[in-house]
């Protein structure tokens, strides 16, 4: 369990109490006025919270989320991440477990945190946190997909909305600060304990685990989701062997899953009397997980120790005799800890290593081209980044991690108007994503377009749920209209005071909330 504080400030019931060094920032508002709380008008006396105050309360939660500096925003795990929770999601959808309500209404993001611990969990309104920690220890594919299907089912089941529920006459906002805290706590109990100490943090309780019951419903409907979603049910049985080794070792703070998701006897059973029915079935790793754990493990900050014996692990004695996933993976950390440290010779080096231990593995292949794409703009050598990503063949609507990388390197030679398109079909189609409304910002403003570049830079602040700050950039564009009329883009202008009321309306709702 998380580690016992004194609580300086309780706010309901003595207690265990954790510290948030999330909370600091929203601090004021953890004590809200009696008025305030009476106005409450979606939690408190039904079973289960509606999927619309789920979603909600979810949106509020993960703004404090998007600030963290924690936050990565990694458009190669993220969409590796994608690719095992879709099928995952459509096989609860087709298995009756998903109802249509929560299907529409909740936001089913990922979002991914560079903490080394090993964590992955489930927030309110279809949101999911995954620790580049966790991704980094998987050995295969189905072992992540595990956890992802564990960590859905808590969402499919309401197990969420009933723990909420449960919490009684608090507000979203203490709920909130709840969950927050319970996080930062989870992040590294060392911070929270030094926090405490200095009398910053404000005390919230840990009140917020799921029963016993609770997971074991997410075990078994998650396991019966496995197949289905294209993914080897075995998966399960490594990732809680890797939970009871760890168990083993004695848990020193950096598996905060283990904490949150004990490891009964009775679970470990369930799971053995599951497996023992189902024909066994292989489960390879494929060398596109390998590559991804390690970039993963190189991007969690390990440190620049780490990343000079990932650089030179190549240079072991017989590296050339191992298989070619192993060398691959070798290769890969290699080159993404030589960008680190910002060695652009070695990077290029160990990118022409990887490249040669993929062949044949298309899925690997293109990892290895997306990689050199990387180092080519993290070199400074856009033009050949460029050169690099024109090797991919692309048929259709760019994925994700090539639209950012060649709008990126476009920026750099000045020639991005091309991407203006793609871009737009992107937002249009994934209006949450913040990253791409930010790169089309910068590529409108690279062609004059100054005030469609506001204005998208607006909606990348309504993509994390900061209204506030969307209206001052929505405001900002009124302004740039109005000086500049005459000129003045009357469409895009009517657009921005059409957002600008829109926004405004989600700002006071989410004040009234409180
Ligand atoms: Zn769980």
Same mark, same amino acid.
């Given at each position: 369990m998380v580690p016992d504080f004194k609580q300086k400030r309780p706010l309901a019931q003595a207690g265990r109490a954790l510290a948030a060094s999330l909370l600091i920032a929203t601090g004021a508002a953890l004590a809200p006025?009696?008025?305030? +709380?009476?106005?409450?008008?979606?939690?408190?006396d039904g079973l289960e919270l509606t999927a619309a105050a789920e979603r909600k309360l979810g949106d509020r939660i993960i703004r404090e989320l998007y600030r963290d500096p924690d936050y990565i925003d990694d458009a190669v795990l993220h969409e590796y991440l994608v690719g095992i929770f879709g099928p995952l999601r459509a096989a609860a959808r087709a298995r009756g477990e998903l109802g249509a309500d929560i299907d529409e209404r909740f936001a089913w993001e990922l979002l991914m945190g560079r903490d080394r611990t090993v964590n992955a969990f489930a927030l309110p309104g279809g949101y999911? @946190? $995954?620790?580049? @920690?966790?991704i980094g220890v998987?050995?295969?594919?189905?072992? %992540?997909?595990?956890?992802? =299907?564990?960590? #859905? !089912?808590? $969402?499919?089941? *309401?197990? &969420?909305?009933?723990? &909420?529920a449960q919490q009684g006459r608090q507000t979203p906002l203490m709920i909130g600060a709840l969950i927050l805290g319970a996080l930062a706590a989870s992040k590294s109990p060392d911070a929270a304990q030094a926090l405490m100490v200095g009398g910053q943090a404000l005390a919230v309780q840990n009140q917020l685990n799921f029963s016993r019951d609770m997971e074991r419903e997410a075990d078994r409907i998650g396991?019966?989701?496995? /197949?289905? @979603?294209?993914?080897?049910?075995?998966?399960f049985v490594g990732m809680f062997d890797k939970l009871q080794q760890a168990n083993r070792i004695n848990d020193n703070g950096s598996w905060p899953?283990? +904490?949150?998701?004990? #490891?009964?006897?009775?679970? &470990?059973?369930?799971?053995? !009397?599951?497996?023992?029915?189902?024909a066994p079935r292989p489960a390879p790793a494929s060398m596109e997980h390998l590559l991804m754990a390690a970039r993963a493990r190189v991007l969690m900050r390990p440190g620049q120790d780490a990343w000079r014996q990932w650089l030179a692990a190549p240079q072991d004695a017989g590296f050339a005799a191992r298989p070619a996933s192993e060398r691959a993976t070798a290769w890969y950390a290699a080159t993404l800890s030589a960008v680190q440290l910002s060695d652009w010779q070695a990077a290029r080096r160990a990118v022409a290593g990887l490249r040669d231990a993929v062949q044949g593995d298309a899925p690997a292949v293109r990892q290895a081209r997306l990689l050199g794409a990387e180092v080519e703009m993290a070199a400074g050598a856009p033009a050949a980044a460029l050169a690099v990503l024109d090797e991919m063949p692309t048929a259709g609507t760019p994925a994700r991690p090539e639209l950012v990388l060649r709008t990126q390197a476009?920026?750099?030679?000045?020639?991005? =108007?091309?991407?203006?398109?793609? %871009?737009?079909?992107? $937002?249009?189609?994934?209006?949450?994503?913040?990253?791409?409304? #930010? #790169? %089309?910002?910068?590529?409108? *403003? /690279?062609?004059?377009?100054?005030?469609?570049?506001?204005?998208?830079?607006?909606?990348?602040? $309504?993509?994390?749920h900061d209204y506030a700050a969307a209206v001052d950039r929505f405001k900002a564009g009124q302004d740039l209209a109005r000086k500049s009329a005459g000129a003045a883009d009357y469409i895009e202008a009517s657009i921005i005071d059409t957002r600008? +009321?829109?926004?405004? !309306?989600?700002l006071r709702e989410q004040a009234a909330e409180r």
């Open positions: 006025a009696p008025a305030a +709380r009476a106005a409450l008008p979606t939690l408190g999911f @946190g $995954v620790h580049l @920690g966790l998987t050995a295969t594919r189905d072992e %992540l997909a595990s956890v992802l =299907a564990h960590e #859905l !089912s808590h $969402v499919t089941q *309401r197990h &969420i909305s009933r723990l &909420i396991y019966g989701l496995m /197949q289905p @979603g294209g993914f080897a049910p075995q998966g899953y283990l +904490r949150s998701h004990p #490891l009964t006897t009775q679970r &470990i059973a369930d799971m053995q !009397s599951r497996i023992a029915h189902d476009l920026l750099r030679t000045g020639d991005a =108007a091309a991407m203006t398109g793609p %871009l737009q079909t992107r $937002v249009a189609t994934h209006p949450q994503d913040a990253a791409a409304w #930010l #790169l %089309l910002a910068q590529v409108w *403003r /690279q062609q004059g377009q100054n005030l469609r570049a506001v204005r998208a830079e607006a909606e990348a602040q $309504v993509a994390h600008l +009321r829109a926004v405004e !309306s989600l």
